[in-house]
């Protein structure tokens, strides 16, 4: 039997039976949704769908099967980065990284200035490395100790790391959305770049304007500052804290930017974790072996560090909470849910609905603000649906470069609007690969952080509006 495509009402029935779930999961387990009912939802979803694929759209359970499984392809490096991350945190708090920048943050940064300092400084990381999963897996996780310290909500201080961190990882040559998006859209790399200049730095400028205005209220407390004294002489006392330790992340960082994958770069990022805990943390190794301080006694504890999180007791809540974290057991929940959203976005590749609800927003464009919109649209429902910003940027890329040129419009536009929102909006999906990579390594739920992600909430609108106004929007002729 041929098989049928659904009408538009027959494929939303999945994607609202997930929203539906997933907002009872909230009402009912908090923050603690992602640690498994979430998963479930997806999972659910994922077979209402196969369901009506099955029986009502001749769609066999081979291709459904094969469609899930070349998803979850999608999502491996992912995985991988996932659980090399967990490890490259738990050794950098146990090195001495971590406490480290913890330590000269807190000395060096006002804290009435902080939120827009923070987002300062994952911009400049992001732009040198190209990547806001990096960004976030080290100087982000300094910037939520420092916040903490300074008994400014984490929300707020994730907020402003991931504004810098993808405000960086758009605009970088060494980006992998930064080079896909052109790919797709048939232009060049410089050109895109330039033109996303025109609605990124407004949505930024607003941006650091929001988190200067935050500032007024956060960090301003007069009874912070014991706290913070306290914060410091803890560590201090249980790290040997050395400006030396910046060389880590500077190692790793310098091999991002000339090229160097992720992965391998993160893994020797493991591997120095390793050793510079055994050359500037002897004091506290010893501690936690006690009288056995042996090689086998602390290559075993450095193997149980990377495996299950990095622990202390310090009798001072703030910095025992900020620093027992990380190893590769805790990202298994998230690679969990990550595999459970691809299973969703197989099936609904599958069935053809993820196909029919992208048609249908195409349906409604009728001149360039429209067309900007439905692309922007797009990402967003894949970002929702595919859970992937790969996905998010290629599929709606495809579906619409026509349409770009049926309306006398560059590439560029299209290139450009695939950022705005298949980039930017990835990481505010829980279940999205993004979102769910931050709110682990942030230790930060997506639903907290989300309402401070001022650049990410900003860009897609000021996009938009850009269209509506006709500014800068370039025709064929003009970009040749």
């Excluded at 994607?15 to 659910?44: C, E, H, R, W």
């Excluded at 804290?241 to 993160?266: D, G, Y």
Aim: hydrophobic share 50%; proline share 4%; with cysteine.
């Amino acid at each position: 039997m041929n098989k049928k495509l659904p009408s538009l009402g027959v494929a939303l029935i999945p994607l609202m039976t997930l929203v539906g779930v997933l907002f009872l999961n909230i009402s009912i387990f908090k923050d603690n949704a992602t640690y498994g009912p979430n998963q479930l939802a997806l999972i659910f979803s994922g077979i209402v769908s196969g369901l009506i694929g099955y029986f009502s759209l001749n769609v066999s359970f081979e291709e459904i099967e094969k469609k899930i499984i070349e998803s979850i392809s999608v999502s491996m490096q992912a995985n991988l980065i996932l659980l090399v991350v967990g490890a490259l945190i738990s050794l950098w708090i146990f090195s001495g990284v971590v406490p480290t920048m913890i330590y000269y943050g807190i000395k060096l940064i006002n804290p009435g200035m902080f939120l827009p300092l923070a987002c300062i400084i994952s911009c400049i990381v992001s732009l040198a490395t190209g990547s806001s999963w990096s960004t976030g897996g080290t100087v982000g996780i300094a910037l939520i100790g420092v916040g903490e310290a300074l008994n400014i909500p984490s929300g707020m201080v994730a907020g402003a790391v991931i504004s810098g961190a993808y405000f960086g990882d758009k605009l970088s040559p060494l980006s992998d959305t930064t080079n896909l998006a052109p790919a797709m859209a048939g232009t060049d790399l410089f050109t895109h770049i330039r033109y996303m200049v025109i609605t990124t730095i407004p949505s930024i400028a607003i941006a650091l304007i929001g988190f200067v205005i935050l500032g007024f209220f956060y960090g301003q407390a007069d009874g912070d500052v014991s706290q913070v004294q306290s914060v410091l002489g803890v560590l201090e006392k249980n790290f040997n804290l050395s400006p030396f330790l910046f060389l880590l992340p500077l190692i790793v960082f310098s091999l991002v930017a000339k090229k160097v994958p992720a992965l391998p770069a993160l893994v020797l990022g493991v591997f120095l974790g390793a050793l510079f805990t055994i050359i500037f943390q002897q004091d506290l190794l010893r501690q936690f072996l006690s009288s056995d301080y042996s090689a086998s006694s602390i290559y075993g504890k450095i193997m149980d560090v990377a495996a299950n999180g990095f622990k202390i007791h310090t009798g001072h809540e703030v910095v025992d909470k900020l620093l027992s974290r990380g190893g590769m057991s805790s990202m298994l929940n998230t690679v969990w849910l990550i595999l459970s959203a691809m299973i969703f976005g197989g099936v609904m590749e599958a069935t053809g609905m993820l196909e029919v609800i992208a048609s249908s927003i195409l349906k409604l464009v009728r001149g360039t603000t429209s067309l900007i919109a439905a692309t922007i649209s797009s990402c967003l429902v894949m970002n929702l649906t595919a859970s992937d910003q790969f996905l998010a940027i290629v599929v709606p890329g495809k579906m619409f470069k026509n349409s770009y040129e049926k309306f006398n419009l560059a590439p560029e536009n299209l290139s450009r609007s695939l950022e705005d929102a298949g980039t930017l909006t990835s990481v505010l999906v829980p279940w999205n690969t993004c979102g769910a990579y931050f709110a682990t390594i942030l230790g930060v739920s997506t639903f907290s952080y989300l309402p401070f992600c001022f650049f990410n909430l900003v860009n897609p609108i000021i996009a938009i509006f850009i269209a509506a106004m006709g500014y800068k929007i370039k025709t064929r002729e003009a970009s040749v």
